[in-house]
């Protein structure tokens, strides 16, 4: 298993500025996936973060929005750039266990913004 | 392509109802088939899972079996608690885990 945590846990931002969200895992781990989760709705899969490479975005993302980084096998950030109340979402860390195919979670991150 | 579909909601329950939340899915192969819950202000967890065709996944008085013949994955649970009150999502996932599907998510509120 993994233990996953993220920060901040939730954050009000106002329109036109950007927030970074720190993912960190309690072991090394080849890829980290960001989710996003709108209200009510279900999980939207944003990139795939891999360790010393470009992140793999997809359909309907794109990096000078949702810019993510990743310098170590136990470490990445999403930051979500210049915030529309549409971003208000929230935004969830996961990293898969290959052996059971078991995804887990951190306890997400729930933006509003203003 | 690869797609879960799941009842949708919200259901709202009586304590020690009995609960069946339907999963459909669609995809070629054996994909390992998972229930995740998300309670209200967190993450989501690993609930149950089945790898297999026929396989049986059970936590916390929930069950689901893989059922290739009609690819469903329902959930169900012969007594349910207020705590249960969450939001239960159906997925399936290929290569480890590193491409995962999930579906609308079913919210259940379970009322005394």
């Known amino acids: 298993s993994a233990v996953i945590s993220q920060k901040p846990s939730r954050d009000i931002c106002q329109r036109g500025t950007s927030l970074t969200i720190q993912c960190q895992v309690d072991?090394?781990?080849?890829?980290m996936f960001w989710y996003r989760q709108q209200p009510g709705q279900s999980l939207t899969l944003i990139a795939t973060?891999?360790?010393?490479?470009?992140?793999?975005?997809e359909s309907g993302f794109v990096i000078d929005k949702f810019p993510i980084s990743r310098p170590n096998l136990t470490f990445s950030t999403l930051t979500v750039s210049n915030m529309s109340p549409e971003d208000s979402s929230i935004y969830l860390c996961?990293?898969?266990?290959?052996?059971?195919?078991?995804?887990?979670f951190g306890e997400g991150s729930r933006l509003t913004v203003l | 392509g690869n797609s879960v579909t799941q009842m949708e909601g919200p259901v709202t329950l009586s304590e020690e109802a009995f609960l069946t939340i339907n999963c459909t899915y669609t995809?070629?192969?054996?994909?390992?088939l998972f229930w995740y819950v998300q309670y209200p202000g967190e993450g989501l967890q690993l609930l149950l899972k089945?790898?297999?065709?026929?396989d049986k996944g059970s936590n916390k008085g929930f069950e689901a079996t893989y059922r290739k013949e009609t690819t469903s994955f329902h959930l169900e649970k012969g007594s349910v608690q207020v705590s249960d009150s969450a939001v239960y999502f159906c997925?399936?996932?290929?290569?480890?885990?590193?491409?995962?599907?999930f579906g609308t998510g079913t919210s259940l509120t379970v009322i005394p």
């Open positions: 996961s990293v898969a266990d290959r052996n059971t195919g078991e995804l887990f």
């Open positions: 072991s090394q781990v080849t890829m």
């Open positions: 973060a891999n360790q010393g490479s470009e992140a793999t975005y």
């Open positions: 995809a070629t192969g054996y994909p390992s």
């Open positions: 089945a790898t297999k065709a026929d």
């Open positions: 997925a399936l996932s290929w290569a480890n885990g590193n491409q995962f599907y």
